[in-house]
């Protein structure tokens, strides 16, 4: 007996614990294996914690706005490239020997000493203009000899004047036995004098990009046992910038020093923290999601998604934080549960961003408000292009977050910052692009979407057409059934969506035999008469089994099925059951009289149930005032919870009240007295 009961229980917890477990496991797994910088700080505050002194080595990272002038004024240095060519020295070299130097041709040896020392150096043809401000001093070139480049000042490099100027002097003689600059021009030297450094554009142009798109990150470093800031000292920029370096150095290099069984624990203890915050989240939202297997995993999985693509994105690119579009988990959450259960949920979905992210605080009150914006704004526009509209609403609230951020911490650069507005534009879009997973989601998870919903209602479905061909009068009665539930539905919060789509195919079983259903009696033919009572009982409660299975036959979802076998419940069709009592007949064999369905279980169904019983019995009333409807709804509401119908429905008593006073006010609007025309008397015409 004791093992019944276990195994009965643990198949009973069973469904809920597991997936809770698979989300720890998954939690842990991805809890980071570093410990993080536990210091609090921020520029002009003073430093509250003990004296930092450097345990290590760490670079000096730069700022954002050194950065940003290092790459502009990269941007404005072009730096020209020549290449050195090796050729040109041995062809001077050789006219040099072919030259006539006359009665001086001792000096051949001598020009091409001077030449080589000339060409060794490198010769071009003018010196470069720069034109980004520097001083002579600072101004360099680039030349390429032997296949490597070196930095090399312009000044120090020969142009043709200057190469003549050189091989002038080194000519000249002392006795005056000759005239250097007659021998040059004679033996024809002067023209031996060409560039030996050949600019190079393609190069030049390439190795500017280079210069441009990358600057180190790094200016300088600090070595362990120095002191970075003092307790009490304010927080400088200087501070805050080894402070922000030696953080980033800690975390990717350093990180956790303790045992690892600590840090595992650690990680454990916070998953399980996680898990029990959403356990009692749904608990509190809406315990009927526990019995809901698949309801009850999808938000599971939402959660743990959110948690991976989290840590994934943080250890990939921290800056690609700003592009993963975190409102699309708020969407995913609104296809299937009302916001009493999105709000708190998607909260958690992004609890792991302040453990994973570095500015995790700014991102989660950043996505937190874009979940809500998006929830909000996707209630009025979910179809086709209007959900650009949505993501345009969210992208704005996200931007004017990221703004107020910035704003408080002084940087006002991050108005310049284009990227990471790009990077938001870029998820708020994707917002949009992947909202059709939810299709995907729908059928893995056996959910029904709103959106799925209102293609339901569309009334040019198929089945919905086959029934106002078939059964025009039950197609028209479910109309009206629709429209009074709708307004019922949307007075006590409920699934105006599914009540609808429950309220067009909750008859469709009446197609089946449509004579049978008084709404749809051609004039002249009774189909009732020369039936027993058990025969039209036996026929009219046929419609419910043969609704299902056309509902089967249509692949209808589970939660639309639900209003057709549960709109009339277990109640008995009185009008026969009554008519059989009266004729003697033995109350003991009553079962044909009673539908074999099942009793609502969710307020949408007892809404359609008193809608459906009242649209029909208020075409019985020859008298309608207020106090008629009003006493016909009671009565009927009355007699559907002593038959036991709100049995197992969860509805409050307050709730079946407000739905009372709806439903009176609405069938007083329907049911409004008209003008009454008076006749036009015979008057005489004019001649």
Avoid at 40 to 66: I, N, Q, R
Avoid at 327 to 342: D, G, I, M, P, R
Avoid at 643 to 653: K, N, R, T, V
Wanted: glycine share 6%; aromatic share 12%.
């Amino acid at each position: 007996m004791e093992n019944r009961k276990f195994i009965r229980g643990f198949k009973t917890y069973l469904p809920l614990v597991l997936p809770l477990v698979l989300l720890l496991a998954l939690l842990v797994l991805l809890m980071p294996r570093s410990g993080k910088f536990n210091y609090d700080y921020k520029k002009g505050s003073p430093w509250m914690y003990e004296t930092l002194v450097a345990e290590f080595d760490f670079p000096v990272l730069k700022t954002g706005d050194e950065l940003i002038r290092e790459k502009e004024q990269a941007a404005s240095s072009v730096i020209p490239y020549y290449k050195y060519s090796e050729n040109i020295a041995s062809e001077r070299a050789d006219a040099v020997d072919q030259a006539d130097f006359g009665t001086l041709d001792s000096l051949k040896q001598d020009v091409k000493d001077i030449l080589d020392t000339i060409y060794s150096k490198g010769v071009i043809a003018e010196r470069p203009e720069f034109h980004d401000g520097r001083p002579e001093d600072e101004q360099v070139i680039y030349v390429q000899k032997d296949r490597r480049a070196a930095l090399v000042p312009p000044t120090e490099i020969y142009t043709i004047a200057d190469a003549r100027s050189r091989l002038l002097s080194g000519l000249r003689s002392p006795e005056g036995r000759y005239n250097a600059d007659s021998l040059c021009i004679a033996a024809g030297i002067y023209d031996m004098l060409v560039p030996n450094l050949i600019f190079d554009q393609q190069t030049t142009d390439l190795v500017h990009e280079e210069s441009v798109n990358y600057v180190s990150p790094t200016s300088g470093v600090v070595s362990a046992g120095q002191l970075i800031v003092s307790k009490g000292e304010t927080v400088t920029s200087e501070i805050e910038q080894l402070l922000d370096s030696y953080k980033a150095e800690y975390e990717s290099s350093i990180g956790y020093s303790g045992p690892r069984i600590y840090l595992w624990a650690g990680n454990i203890l916070l998953a399980i923290v996680i898990v029990t915050i959403v356990f009692f989240t749904v608990y509190y939202a809406n315990t009927r999601i526990f019995s809901q297997f698949n309801k009850y995993a999808y938000i599971l999985m939402i959660v743990g998604l959110a948690a991976a693509v989290t840590f994934a994105v943080s250890k990939a690119d921290p800056k690609l934080l700003y592009i993963v579009p975190y409102s699309l988990f708020a969407l995913y959450l609104t296809a299937f549960f009302k916001n009493k259960v999105v709000y708190p949920v998607y909260v958690l979905t992004l609890l792991p961003m302040l453990i994973f992210a570095h500015n995790g605080i700014e991102l989660f009150v950043m996505y937190l408000v874009s979940g809500v914006v998006a929830i909000y704004t996707f209630s009025y526009f979910n179809k086709g292009w209007q959900q650009f509209i949505m993501a345009i609403c969210v992208f704005v609230s996200t931007v004017i977050t990221y703004f107020a951020f910035k704003l408080v911490d002084g940087e006002i650069r991050g108005f310049n910052d284009y990227q990471t507005i790009l990077f938001l534009f870029l998820g708020s879009m994707m917002s949009v692009a992947g909202y059709p997973l939810i299709y995907l989601f729908e059928r893995i998870f056996m959910l029904v979407s709103n959106s799925r919903l209102i293609e339901l209602c569309d009334t040019n479905n198929r089945l919905l057409r086959e029934l106002a061909h078939k059964a025009p009068g039950t197609f028209q009665h479910s109309l009206q059934v629709m429209n009074l539930a709708d307004a019922a539905a949307r007075s006590i919060d409920a699934n105006v969506s599914l009540v609808r789509a429950g309220a067009l195919y909750h008859d469709i079983g009446k197609m089946n035999n449509p004579q049978c259903f008084i709404e749809n009696e051609t004039p002249g033919v009774k189909y009732h008469e020369g039936l027993s009572p058990e025969e039209s009982a036996r026929d009219i409660t046929r419609h419910v089994p043969d609704g299902m299975s056309l509902a089967d036959k249509a692949g209808l979802p589970e939660v639309v099925k639900d209003f057709i076998v549960t709109h009339h419940g277990t109640s008995c069709t009185g009008y026969f059951y009554n008519k059989y009592l009266n004729a003697g007949g033995d109350p003991s064999k009553v079962e044909v009289f009673f539908y074999k369905g099942r009793k609502p279980s969710t307020k949408e169904q007892i809404i359609l149930m008193l809608c459906d019983t009242l649209e029909a019995a208020s075409r019985t009333l020859k008298d309608y005032s207020s106090q008629s409807i009003s006493d016909l709804v009671e009565r009927i509401v009355k007699s559907k919870m002593e038959d036991g119908q709100f049995e197992d429905a969860d509805i409050s008593l307050k709730e079946v009240n407000t739905v009372k006073t709806v439903l009176k006010e609405y069938l007083q609007q329907v049911y409004h007295a008209r003008v009454v025309y008076p006749k036009r008397k015979n008057v005489p015409h004019k001649s």
